[in-house]
């Protein structure tokens, strides 16, 4: 059983791990944070029955296709970081950290990964190989600034939750967990993708589960306005936007991570920005976007803008 950090609010949870196929006495720590390529060679294992243990409750499931576990189930823990047990029937259960949001909190962060926390360069075919199939975690850089930009905000606001969304595969999950917590990038649950094929094609779109993912966040927390965070080399400023025209009210603001020429060529190409991402946007609301080149830059455009502090 690997476990992913979980999230939930007043009287559920959203419940993420995945079952996987492996050697007798096989540590999780081993499939959590093998090294480079041996992280995709992993067999999920389907129609496993799971227990869930919370505290109070038992939840009995089964895992889905790949071996994943993604179930909103009833639960009753009050705000903050909780743990609860998952384990495959007859083995030894594993614990899932989870974020149970506070019904008091009043704003939710959203951030982008790839190029917007890490520097990753993708998705040059021959560089995103060797980041994600060979390069050690260790040797990953952080965007510059970020951190203190998390950081910033947490201070004004304590009970806000940081989710990280990426198009990424569930299996450097554990790998990337790892990376925020040595760069003081505050926890928060990953929303990745399956690697692979999918029943309907070879391909997965990267956009469509940014845009699920967000929809689905802002109906799951009703009370939160958010801060969205991304950057400028692939599509994030086109979601961004769509989520402000559809909802504004439910944005506090959006904060673009602008890369460089030489970024963007390694991205997609060209050293411009893609077409549907223009320099600068302002949306129905008026100045809720800023953009700069690193962390340093869009903290100090967010409090000149007055869109940091608290309500």
Do not use: C
Request: hydrophobic share 40%; net charge neutral; proline share 10%.
């Amino acid at each position: 059983m690997v476990p992913y950090t979980s999230y939930g609010g007043p009287g559920w949870v959203r419940v993420l791990a995945r079952v996987l196929l492996a050697p007798p006495h096989t540590q999780p720590g081993e499939l959590r944070l093998g090294r480079g390529w041996r992280r995709f060679l992993t067999a999920g294992a389907a129609g496993v029955p799971v227990v869930v243990d919370l505290p109070g409750l038992r939840h009995t499931l089964s895992s889905g296709r790949g071996g994943y576990v993604d179930e909103v189930l009833s639960a009753d823990l009050p705000p903050g970081w909780r743990m609860a047990q998952v384990g495959a029937a007859g083995r030894r259960p594993s614990t899932v950290p989870i974020r149970v949001v506070d019904p008091a909190a009043r704003l939710g962060v959203l951030s982008d990964i790839d190029d917007t926390v890490m520097v990753t360069a993708l998705p040059r075919p021959l560089l995103a190989a060797w980041n994600t199939f060979v390069r050690h975690e260790t040797h990953r850089r952080p965007v510059r600034g970020m951190a203190s930009l998390f950081g910033a905000v947490l201070a004004d606001h304590p009970d806000a939750p940081v989710f990280y969304l990426s198009t990424g595969p569930w299996n450097v999950a554990p790998v990337l967990e790892q990376f925020l917590r040595r760069n003081a990038y505050p926890p928060g649950p990953l929303l990745m993708t399956d690697w692979g094929p999918t029943t309907e094609g070879w391909f997965r779109s990267g956009q469509e589960h940014k845009r699920s993912e967000l929809r689905r966040l802002l109906d799951e927390h009703p009370e939160l306005r958010w801060l969205l965070v991304g950057d400028d080399g692939q599509h994030d400023p086109q979601l961004y936007a769509e989520v402000v025209a559809a909802a504004p009210e439910r944005v506090r603001a959006v904060a673009i991570r602008q890369l460089s020429p030489a970024e963007q060529v390694r991205t997609h190409g060209t050293p411009d920005p893609l077409p549907e991402n223009p320099p600068h946007r302002e949306h129905a609301r008026g100045h809720d976007e800023v953009r700069a080149a690193d962390g340093f830059g869009l903290l100090s455009a967010l409090r000149d803008r007055g869109l940091l502090g608290a309500d």
